[in-house]
């Protein structure tokens, strides 16, 4: 394919999608913050720290620049935690070529703010690349997507081209993309799912079973659409790749850092200690938050969300949390996804 891309962002994510890119026939640039993950990269081809045990392939070149990494290259691909989006897409916008690619991975929202990644980019780039954003997302671990397992994912852009283009950038055997028109559904999605991935390790913690788990799943997939929906989201996108699906392949693998956050809570640990012990970005923390300020702006009922984020932020006892949600007052199902939908 002969395309030059960055990859801003040298952890697990970053590091496997910059693989994907490189076996497609991409010469990538891989921007890593520390000195030491750049060098590691270049001189070992490994990146022990996030994917211990890997391979690097030599297309890929680390640098601690971000002009170099993003000068002159056909697609830019953030990779970076929602925090720091802001911040490394205003450097990044002065070296981008006017004609290219930008997509994002990154599954959460700007706290202070409360915008999407989408918006924030749009806001930090020229208006001549707009039209060129685009965001992937869908059920996919780093640790299985670097060991080349079926993957699927969807890329979401307002233009069709770019959707499209970028589509084709990323497919593969194993890595499979479709194209999906509904960018905000898509970014929701993504976002939300690990509020409730950290609700679904702390219940495991906690012993409780497989129906305590598929209600969970259920029941938090019908507050990430309840939301979604007032910020404008399309209804089908929550039953698809962005929605169920990265729902499902989350709150049920030990490769989610937001499980296993939760699963840490339960255990006794408070936030700090469990974010300390992680030592990597769990973007559900801040995504509760976020959730938690969003639902009262759009007056929207987030009973799953609302727990978490007391045993989160507001030191309530997680057993209590469950007992709480269970002695809700009572309702009709499909009344309440009749309303919702």
Not at 186 to 213: R, Y
Not at 273 to 297: D, I, P, W, Y
């Amino acid at each position: 394919m002969n395309r030059r891309v960055a990859v801003l962002g040298a952890g697990s994510w970053g590091t496997a999608l910059a693989t994907v890119l490189a076996e497609n026939g991409c010469e990538v640039t891989l921007w890593a913050r520390r000195q030491a993950v750049a060098d590691e990269i270049n001189r070992f081809r490994t990146n022990e720290k996030y994917l211990p045990g890997v391979t690097i392939p030599p297309r890929i070149a680390a640098s601690t620049s971000i002009s170099d990494a993003v000068r002159g290259k056909d697609l830019v691909l953030f990779v970076v935690p929602s925090h720091a989006m802001r911040e490394i897409a205003a450097i990044a916008s002065r070296w981008i070529r006017a004609d290219a690619l930008i997509v994002h991975a990154t599954k959460g929202f700007e706290v202070g703010t409360l915008k999407r990644m989408t918006e924030v980019l749009k806001e930090e780039l020229p208006q001549e690349l707009h039209p060129n954003i685009a965001v992937l997302s869908g059920p996919s671990h780093a640790e299985e997507v670097i060991k080349k397992l079926p993957t699927t994912v969807v890329v979401a852009s307002e233009r069709q081209k770019t959707a499209e283009e970028v589509q084709a950038i990323f497919i593969n055997s194993y890595f499979r993309v479709y194209t999906n028109p509904d960018v905000i559904g898509v970014e929701v999605g993504g976002a939300l799912k690990n509020i409730i991935a950290l609700a679904a390790g702390l219940a495991d913690g906690l012993g409780f079973g497989d129906n305590s788990k598929a209600a969970l799943i259920t029941r938090g997939l019908a507050e990430i659409a309840r939301l979604g929906l007032a910020m404008g989201a399309k209804p089908i996108t929550f039953v698809g790749l962005a929605g169920v699906g990265d729902l499902v392949v989350t709150c049920t693998s030990r490769h989610s850092r937001n499980w296993r956050a939760g699963h840490m809570l339960s255990q006794g640990k408070k936030l700090e200690q469990v974010l300390e012990e992680m030592g990597m970005v769990v973007e559900g923390v801040k995504t509760t938050r976020v959730a938690h300020a969003l639902s009262r702006h759009y007056q929207v009922e987030m009973p799953l969300t609302e727990q978490l984020y007391a045993v989160l932020f507001e030191g309530k006892d997680p057993e209590q949390a469950v007992k709480d949600l269970m002695s809700r007052g009572r309702t009709g199902e499909l009344e309440e996804i009749i309303q919702d939908w």
